[in-house]
């Protein structure tokens, strides 16, 4: 029962450095989703897939890219990490069918140093 | 634009004392309504959905229902363990995205 898996959980980055946030799903769904939430605040939408090999960005996708070459992984990259990329980061994903909801993994939680 | 506002930003309860959280929303055309539970350090679990106004579903001591403008959370004798960050989420027109509320994080004390 892994369902959404990510890794790592914890990173602390240094200013202009880059690095992958993985997520994996072991439930077969299409949907997959990234999310970052501040304190305080809700989750917002960085990226979301509705499929392998489809992308399109969400409500703050600048600073970052995906890809979705399987339909297992959807790996999100940090390219010149700033310090307003600090957050708690948590992928999700979803199954066909507009009654399915979101299963979520624990997050990866970021800081930019 | 899609909007979801949760009230209260915070709640403190104490054993037994029932309350309701709210959760309303601004779309232009209500296509269900999903409410999480999120525990510290944990991503968001999946609570209910809610289709159209009037539908109510319950578990345990939750009970949610729907109107054509908000969403309620109704709390019954919350207990410690009901402690937690309550989330609701609207979707967007095709259902690719959803729009995330801030949140309640509620505090029942012993």
């Known amino acids: 029962n892994a369902g959404v898996t990510q890794t790592p959980k914890f990173r602390i980055l240094k200013i202009g450095q880059s690095m992958t946030l993985q997520c994996a799903q072991d439930?077969?769904?299409?949907?997959m989703y990234w999310y970052r939430q501040d304190p305080g605040m809700g989750l917002k939408l960085i990226y979301y897939s509705v499929g392998a090999g489809i992308t399109d960005k969400g409500e703050v996708p600048n600073g970052y890219n995906v890809s979705r070459s399987t339909t297992e992984d959807f790996p999100l990259r940090l390219e010149l990490a700033a310090p307003s990329q600090t957050s708690v980061y948590f992928c999700a994903s979803r199954g066909q069918g507009d009654n399915q909801p979101q299963h979520f993994g624990d997050g990866t939680r970021l800081s930019i140093l | 634009e899609d909007q979801v506002t949760q009230s209260p930003e915070a709640l403190r309860l104490q054993e037994g004392e029932s309350s309701s959280l709210n959760c309303s929303y601004t779309v232009s055309g209500l296509r269900g309504l999903f409410w999480y539970r999120q525990d510290p350090g944990k991503g968001p679990e999946f609570l209910f959905t809610?289709?159209?106004a009037g539908e109510e579903k319950e578990k345990e001591r939750l009970k949610a229902t729907l109107t054509k403008k908000e969403s309620f959370l109704h709390i019954t004798a919350p207990k410690p363990e009901d402690s937690a960050t309550y989330l609701c989420?609207?979707?967007?027109?095709?259902?690719?995205?959803?729009?995330f509320g801030s949140g309640t994080k509620l505090n029942v004390k012993p």
């Open positions: 809610l289709y159209s």
């Open positions: 439930m077969n769904h299409n949907y």
């Open positions: 989420a609207v979707p967007g027109n095709n259902f690719n995205k959803f729009y």
